[in-house]
């Protein structure tokens, strides 16, 4: 075994992927729930946090819990088959236990209008299929935003931003600090249909964003991978304590979430993150998110 092979192992010891998809599922899955969570105890995780973009996954991840006995946790993205900003739904996904709440993802204004940056993903979406804002017609958050921002924020879960635009996502981050929501992230924004730069990035920060960066962009899922490289760089820019690595993986094209995550942190250590930077953002910043 290389060296660099036993640094992943032991730094996978403990960690969490806080995002990754598994099956059952519309989209084709490299793994379903037990799979994943038996391949991430052997591979010596703490837990999982599995994620679908039509339906709850918190009732999943407990009966994947159970089987697997690992932690898995479950979310909710606001897409249509859950009626879209749906309070009644945020508030039942957290009684059963979802630790995440996605704004739109999938069914997102913004993701629908560039869909083709994800090929596979964009075959699924019915055409002339009008998106969801979380903006009105004069460019504010709608009120039905601020209900869901109220339910995330008394009962401690995380907001990660979905796929929503960079402007919606602003001022979303801008109104979050007054809400009391203390856990957020800003879902992958170096993916090509959001491209936030540094400074953008730095500001999200700014406004009490964790920067969640996921392997998925760098692989063949993206019409347009990422070198691993540029995640690095921005790593490095912004300080490792203000990000996450999580793997967004358990697509049929790629290798399962795990290996997903191993290659991350691979990838990383030969860009130059240390391992203390790497251990931070796939072990210490998940744990305080989802209250381990």
């Known amino acids: 075994m290389s060296s660099i092979e036993l640094k992943v192992n032991e730094l996978m010891k403990g960690s969490i992927d806080i995002h990754m998809h598994t099956g059952p599922d519309i989209f084709t899955r490299s793994v379903n ?21 039509l339906f709850p996954t918190p009732e999943r991840a407990f009966v994947a819990s159970e089987i697997a006995d690992f932690n898995v946790f479950g979310s909710i993205s606001l897409n249509y088959p859950v009626g879209g900003l749906n309070v009644h739904a945020v508030e039942t996904s957290i009684k059963l236990g979802a630790k995440e709440v996605w704004m739109p993802t ?4 913004r993701f629908i209008s560039d869909a083709m940056t994800i090929p596979a993903m964009a075959k699924e979406l019915p055409k002339g299929i009008k998106g969801i804002s979380i903006l009105d017609s004069n460019g504010k958050l709608l009120p039905e935003v601020f209900e869901i921002l109220d339910v995330i924020a008394k009962n401690d879960v995380i907001l990660g931003t979905g796929h929503v635009s960079k402007s919606e996502g602003m001022k979303l981050l801008d109104v979050v600090g007054s809400t009391g929501i203390k856990k957020i992230f800003l879902t992958h924004p170096m993916i090509e249909f959001l491209d936030y730069k540094v400074d953008e990035m730095k500001t999200a920060v700014d406004k009490g964003a964790l920067l969640e960066h996921d392997w998925i962009i760098c692989t063949p899922q993206a019409k347009n991978p990422t070198p691993p490289s540029k995640i690095a760089d921005v790593i490095k820019e912004i300080g490792a304590e203000f990000c996450i690595l999580a793997s967004d993986g358990g697509q049929k ?19 130059g993150i240390s391992e203390d930077d790497i251990s931070v953002m796939i072990s210490e910043n998940p744990a305080k998110m989802l209250g381990l």
């Not at 995780?45 to 994620?51: P, T």
């Not at 979430?257 to 990383?268: D, L």
């Open 253 to 271: 094209i790629n290798p399962p979430p795990v290996k997903m995550f191993e290659q991350f942190v691979i990838e990383m250590l030969r860009n």
């Open 33 to 53: 729930d037990i799979e994943a969570a038996q391949q991430a105890k052997d591979a010596g995780l703490r837990a999982i946090l599995i994620k679908n973009h």
């Open 106 to 109: 999938f069914h997102s204004t």
